[in-house]
């Protein structure tokens, strides 16, 4: 089974602080994504990743970024977080095959 | 852009009825994607539509694609309340095969 996990399932920073949310999959994939997830408003793309240090901007790139230095591993970083980052973090990498992605089970941040 | 639009976005039904949610898409693109997600957990994959005409069914969900009229559907049997939970779809594009995703459909199954 594909396993995808996340760091934390919840966490909470204040204001300005930098914030890193990682991700590790363990079946060698070599695309990697970032998703938000705010009620109303579906999943959005922040970052997504087809290789070790290759990044790709998504839709919603300002105020993030990432970093890729090992394939297994695809870290989120906030660099000065701010209360509208408040959000599910979802991770999801990607199987050549069928192009399905998986998803960690997600980190629910809170900006206070 | 790719976009993704499904409806109904509520969708609230008695147990033991039948329902479809739809998901249609602006552009020509490969694959279909639908994902399950619980209150307060991830998504998990239902189903993978590879081409036109591709039907898959799991239990009381059947999946279907048509490319044509760029439409898929999700078609719920005698539903449970075990069902209960939102329902997404999403279209990929080929090369980084990011995925577009609809705004999902909240499904709530009563007795």
């Known amino acids: 089974d594909v396993k995808v996990t996340q760091s934390s399932r919840y966490l909470v920073k204040r204001t300005g602080e930098k914030v890193f949310l990682e991700c590790v999959q363990d079946?060698?994939?070599?695309?990697m994504f970032w998703y938000r997830q705010d009620p109303g408003l579906g999943l959005r793309l922040i970052y997504f990743s087809y290789d070790v240090k290759m990044k790709e901007k998504g839709d919603i790139p300002e105020g993030y970024s990432v970093s890729r230095e090992k394939k297994e591993r695809f870290s989120l970083i906030l660099e000065s977080a701010s209360t509208n980052q408040t959000s599910m973090y979802l991770c999801?990498?990607?199987?050549?095959?069928?192009?399905?992605?998986?998803f960690g089970p997600g980190t629910r941040l809170t900006v206070t | 852009e790719l976009k993704v639009e499904q409806n109904p976005l509520f969708l609230s039904m008695q147990e033991g009825k039948n329902y479809t949610i739809y998901c249609n898409y602006s552009t020509t693109s490969d694959r279909l994607y639908w994902y399950r997600q619980d209150p307060g957990k991830s998504l998990e994959s239902l189903f993978v539509?590879?081409?036109?005409?591709a039907v898959k069914q799991e239990g009381r969900l059947m999946a279907s694609l048509d490319t044509k009229a760029r439409l898929s559907t999700l078609h719920i049997t005698a539903a449970v309340h075990d069902l209960s939970a939102t329902y997404f779809c999403?279209?990929?594009?080929?090369?980084?095969?990011?995925?577009?995703f609809g705004r999902g459909t909240q499904l709530t199954v009563w007795p």
């Open positions: 539509l590879l081409s036109n005409g």
């Open positions: 999403a279209r990929r594009i080929a090369g980084p095969g990011r995925l577009y």
């Open positions: 079946m060698d994939h070599e695309n």
């Open positions: 999801a990498s990607r199987t050549t095959g069928s192009g399905e992605q998986y």
